[in-house]
């Protein structure tokens, strides 16, 4: 068995030499990485925004095909081991969680079936669940082990791991004695496992030690000082629980310093470094990031070292006193006092869809706005308040809220703040804490930010998701669709321009009476959703073919004019028809996760059985009457089952890809494409970290399975340029155009 020295390797090969060996497996390991390792796997590598620790998976897996091993094996591990219990969850991040599933949909001798590649998804939450998984791959009749040898092995891997972290605690502690006893200082070089290969630190841990001064890492030392919690941050990643422990350690110690290691394009440290600045400046120490990549030009590291060290001596010199200070954050609870005459304001992600969700909140009892931003100032505020390598959408979305509190326009004693939360294990989870972090920033933590999640991750006892607010927000949510799919439709077909858009704004205003209702009629609102759908249908078109385009991607910028800056509009302007799929859609990829996780991952079964009674709730009475009408219809598809769409995305990913967008962006593309929407424009936050792997990583796939799909990802961010945006889709829509006269995508 080959296996590559790369990301959760660092983390768990204890277990899988151990688990091989005694399953009388020989273990082939890649080496150490290089410059040349790196230079072998450039040429399949998807997307170049990607982190340097992820770029050299390439290179490793090419050297293990070289070697001809009888399969290689690099599992996707999106638990970790739940090292800190209190912490609110034990994610991988996105990248160490699926990159395998690149290197599956890229290297050329794996996609053509030379090389046998294993990457199941499996979760190191306990020795159970990795035990559950392993029977299922190990198990099979490629292998036929007997399950006891399969739990014999696990039980012996799991001894190994618990073992080599046992050494790894003993050694920090070892150093810190010495350091004692020497008078010598100490820094902990924090990042994550995978930062102690040489290629991706380029010696800066050689480099510290020349100066005299010891080297630790954070997870030697993070066992020694638990945080104190809750952060203000979502700490969630495993690993970056590490990094805030060891620098809640590290605040107590006037011998220790911390210098964080930051990979550039890794957007969680968009989060992490904020965290791990804050918990130690507050306790008057020094915060050092070093942002690293593929150049190995350490001129800047050594300067940015040498000014730590000389502010650590002129500290010394004057023999600054610090107070050590706790690292939790106190939020400001919306109470049910609040809910009487608090303003609540909710940020803008689809215009279709909130013109109807705003009244349909107020209707249950809150006071909600959805403020009117221009883009431009959005993305300017966001710029002001929130980190600069955080993605796109948070800066769109804290930009506009924080542009709507220093408005004038609202009350800040009498003003809340409402955001949603997957509890996904993508940086979006965080946006709460970006926002809370403005806040702080501007002197505003008076404001309630509220958690509108299913996960019960935050509650407030002034907010409630009852049943009369989740079926208005459901409600209002599939006549967005509906508006959405028949509105995007007809208009660039319309023979008296201007007539879609009369019948939407003449029904939308029927819409949110409805919605306001004292009471929602489910026999009303399904006769709604028909008659909406025969009215659209009925609506006089000329007899023109053009290109139909599908809008996927990021959630925000797929459906938020500002985030893609009016890609629907722009490719109507083009001559195109825009296909946007449904926002409900979301909602039942959610539900299906936990389907999948209760399954392959040992998570909740009750909170699955739970999610496919919501899967069939919205496909059969939320939307049963829509995909009628949509079927009987001239002109319409009606929308595509969620288990159709599972389907359609596990030939290319698994559907263990569950962060951001997850399997479901790339089960999306498919579905158009088998709907004669071949032209595809995959939008993406730049450097957006799941999309790296299922919206980038599966285009070359989905060109093999569908060779007139004709795909184009192209990156949002506020230094992007878009002029170049718009050649890149005017290329697309080139090609659009000639695959129409040759009779590919048409109808």
Not at 167 to 189: D, P, W
Not at 251 to 262: A, E, V
Not at 363 to 385: H, M, Q, S, T
């Amino acid at each position: 068995v080959g296996i590559p020295r790369v990301l959760n390797m660092y983390e768990n090969y204890p277990f899988w030499a151990t688990f091989f060996k005694k399953l009388g497996f020989s273990v082939v390991l890649s080496p150490s990485s290089t410059r040349k390792i790196y230079e072998l796997g450039i040429d399949s590598i998807p997307s170049e925004s990607k982190c340097y620790p992820a770029k050299l998976a390439h290179g490793h897996v090419t050297w293990l095909i070289h070697q001809n091993v009888d399969f290689i094996f690099y599992p996707c591990i999106p638990y970790e081991r739940n090292e800190f219990p209190d912490s609110n969850n034990h994610y991988n991040c996105p990248i160490v969680t699926s990159y395998a599933e690149n290197i599956k949909n890229n290297v050329d001798e794996i996609t053509s079936g030379q090389v046998k590649f294993l990457n199941p998804f499996m979760a190191f939450t306990n020795e159970e669940t990795l035990s559950s998984q392993l029977i299922k791959v190990f198990g099979a009749s490629d292998f036929a082990i007997p399950e006891s040898e399969i739990r014999e092995a696990v039980s012996d891997g799991w001894k190994e791991l618990a073992v080599v972290r046992m050494e790894m605690q003993k050694k920090g502690e070892e150093v810190l004695q010495y350091m004692k006893e020497t008078g010598r200082r100490g820094i902990v070089l924090a990042g994550r496992p995978y930062h102690v290969d040489p290629e991706i630190n380029h010696g800066i841990p050689e480099l510290i030690t020349s100066y005299g001064i010891a080297v630790l890492t954070e997870d030697s030392v993070s066992h020694l000082h638990q945080v104190e919690r809750p952060l203000i941050v979502m700490d969630q990643w495993m690993y970056h629980s590490r990094l805030y422990a060891a620098a809640n350690f590290v605040k107590t110690r006037d011998d220790l310093d911390l210098i964080q290691l930051n990979s550039f394009g890794c957007g969680l440290d968009a989060v992490t470094t904020d965290q791990v600045n804050d918990i130690l400046t507050k306790s008057g120490k020094i915060y050092t990031c070093l942002k690293i990549d593929e150049v190995n030009n350490l001129g800047a590291a050594r300067i940015r070292i040498r000014s730590l060290i000389a502010a650590i001596r002129v500290r010394e010199k004057k023999q600054t006193k610090r107070t050590v200070v706790p690292a939790n954050y106190e939020r400001m609870v919306f109470t049910k006092e609040m809910r009487e005459n608090y303003t609540i304001l909710c940020p803008q992600m689809s215009p279709i869809h909130f013109e109807l969700l705003e009244p349909a909140f107020n209707a249950a009892g809150y006071n909600l706005v959805v403020p009117n931003i221009p883009a431009r100032e959005c993305v300017d505020v966001g710029l002001k308040f929130v980190n600069n390598d955080a993605c796109y959408p948070s800066l769109i979305v804290v930009g506009q809220l924080m542009a709507a509190v220093k408005s004038g326009d609202y009350d800040m004693d009498k003003t809340a703040i409402l955001i949603s939360q997957t509890g996904g294990g993508c940086r979006a989870t965080n946006y709460i804490g970006f926002i809370r972090r403005a806040l702080k920033k501007a002197d505003m933590e008076q404001i309630p930010v509220i958690s509108l999640n299913l996960a019960g991750i935050e509650s407030n006892p002034g907010f409630h998701l009852n049943a009369d607010l989740m079926l208005r927000a459901a409600v209002g949510a599939e006549f967005g669709d509906i508006f959405m799919r028949c509105v995007y439709r007809m208009r660039p077909y319309e023979a008296t321009p201007g007539s879609v858009d009369a019948l939407h704004r003449e029904w939308l205003a029927k819409v949110q009476k409805f919605v306001s209702a004292k009471h929602i009629s489910i026999g009303k609102f399904r006769r709604m959703c028909t008659e909406i759908i025969r009215d659209f249908d009925a609506i006089p078109v000329l007899d023109i073919k053009k290109p139909r385009v599908g809008v996927v991607g990021e959630i925000l910028v797929k459906f938020s004019p500002a985030g893609n800056n009016h890609l629907v509009e722009l490719l109507e302007s083009e001559g195109a028809e825009a296909v946007v799929p449904d926002l409900i859609d979301f909602m039942l990829y959610c539900f299906y996760n936990q389907i999948y996780k209760a399954e392959h991952l040992g998570t909740s079964k009750k909170t699955a059985k739970i999610s496919a009674l919501g899967i069939w709730a919205i496909e059969h009475i939320l939307r049963g009457s829509a995909v009628k009408a949509f079927e009987e219809s001239k002109h319409f598809d009606a929308p595509t089952s969620i288990y159709k769409i599972v389907s359609y995305a596990e030939p290319i990913v698994s559907i263990g890809n569950q962060t951001g967008e997850g399997w479901f962006l790339t089960g999306e593309m498919v579905e158009l494409i088998k709907e004669g929407v071949p032209n595809i424009v995959c939008t993406q936050p730049f450097g957006c970290l799941p999309n790296h792997v299922v919206g980038k990583g599966v285009i070359k796939a989905l060109r093999k399975a569908y060779p007139s799909s004709n795909i184009v990802a192209i990156d949002y961010d506020p230094g992007a340029s878009e002029v170049n945006q718009l050649n890149r889709i005017k290329l697309m829509l080139s090609t659009a155009q000639k695959n129409l006269k040759k009779g590919e995508g048409v109808e």
